[in-house]
């Protein structure tokens, strides 16, 4: 008997490997596929050949906690204490999971908005907990009422993504504020702040849960260096809770994981002494704004995209095909991957919007949007 008999093979998985199977320009599952920085893949064969590959101690390589200190502060002007704030993962995905088993229990209700990326609603499962899922408005903005109103005094954590995947969407000042008078009246809801696209957006600044005098106490935020450095295979990322809810975290975390690979926080510490997030933005900006000019005649319709390395796009104009079809036959007959909108929906809901990545090379960006214009 399964546990999970509704979770089906993620989309990112399905449509990669279908992707590879018709040689079609992936840009589905989002990953990068240009090099990584030259000065970490040194760093790396450097420390290949060095004492680094022992376990390191629970919470994280020291160093690295010290430096990610450093980088909230200097990015959010906020103050965490790393002995019991602050805790490397295994990516933000472990750190979503873990928190969620920590901190939810049987019968528990856990807000999700849709759509919403597919990691939160299995380890509310495993909790025996219930995942309620409440809509955003069409134009992807939440809508507080209804939130609101989906709160029950077995609500136990809302979770949140910003900037938002798929839609791209970041959100503002008044979100926050609605969030923070929401969170008010109910006392016992925590926040999960699903933030891995934090460094990734353009003419709007992001606002971050960490820059909120208001939450910072009843709240846990995920970040990921595998998006912010480009190297999504790493899995590397951390979480930063307050001290109450941290000490609950970390007795889940030292029996899913104990510690994160000792190479990797090793190279990230090291890592972190060159570079600046401060590029980040700018870089993906310019791969958008190319992205869409290139797409400019296609008879696609572009979306907004205020953050995230995620293009949404329309193809009513196209076809009047499900999503899920629509992309299967993008790869088959136009050599390019897509992922279908409608999946991150829990009622499959089919607007005829599909996502590109373009965390790509130009020469790919370039041939896949050949392609799309020729359809
Ligand atoms: N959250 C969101 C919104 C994501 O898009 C992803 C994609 N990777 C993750 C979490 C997981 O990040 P990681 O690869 O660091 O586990
Ligand atoms: N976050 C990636 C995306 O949205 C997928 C990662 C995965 O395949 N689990 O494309």
């Known amino acids: 008997m399964s ?37 970490l893949t040194v760093i790396v064969a450097k420390l290949a050949k060095e004492n680094v590959h022992q376990y390191l101690p629970m919470s994280g390589y ?49 807000l999700i908005l849709d759509p919403s990326y597919d990691c939160y609603e299995a380890p509310v499962l495993l909790c025996n907990a219930n995942p309620v899922r409440v809509a955003l408005n069409d134009d992807y903005t939440p809508n507080w009422e209804i939130i609101e109103k989906a709160c029950t005094s077995k609500t136990k954590m809302i979770i949140i993504n910003n900037p938002h995947n798929p839609t791209g969407k970041i ?3 008044s979100d926050f504020e609605s969030l923070e008078i929401l969170l008010e009246k109910y006392p016992d809801i925590l926040v999960l702040s699903d933030e891995v696209y934090e460094y990734i957006t353009f003419q709007e600044k992001h ?18 260096f595998g998006k912010s450095f480009h190297v999504t295979g790493w899995k590397i990322g951390y979480l930063v809770a307050p001290e109450y809810l941290m000490k609950e975290i ?45 797409l400019k005649d ?18 009513a104009a196209i076809s009047n095909e499900n ?20 999946t991150f929906y829990t009622d499959g809901k089919d607007l005829k919007l599909i996502r590109f990545c373009f965390a790509k090379d130009n020469a790919t960006l370039e041939e896949a949007a050949k392609r799309l214009c020729a359809i």
Do not use: W
């Open 62 to 110: 020291q160093p690295l906690l010290s430096k990610i200190v450093t980088l909230v502060k200097k990015s959010y002007d906020r103050t965490i204490q790393a002995g019991t704030e602050l805790l490397v993962t295994a990516g933000a995905t472990q750190a979503i999971f873990t928190t969620i088993l920590a901190l939810v229990k049987t019968n528990d209700e856990v």
């Open 323 to 342: 999503d899920v079809d629509f992309c299967k036959r993008l790869i088959v007959e136009h050599g390019v991957a897509a992922i279908p909108i409608s």
């Open 250 to 294: 970390k007795k889940v975390h030292q029996f899913l994981v104990f510690s994160v690979n000792s190479i990797c926080q090793v190279a990230i510490s090291d890592y972190l002494d060159l570079v600046s997030v401060d590029e980040i933005g700018k870089f993906y900006q310019e791969k958008r704004d190319y992205f869409r000019q290139l």
């Open 207 to 224: 606002i971050s849960a960490h820059t909120r005098r208001k939450l910072l106490n009843r709240c846990v935020m995920i970040s990921s």
């Open 298 to 315: 296609s008879r696609f319709t572009l979306m907004p995209c205020e953050g995230t390395y995620f293009q949404v796009v329309s193809y």
């Open 3 to 39: 546990k999970l008999p509704n979770i089906t093979t993620s989309i990112f998985t399905v449509m990669s490997k279908m992707a590879a199977e018709y040689n079609a320009i992936n840009l589905s599952q989002g990953f990068p596929n240009f090099p990584v920085d030259e000065r």
């Open 171 to 173: 959100l503002k000042q």
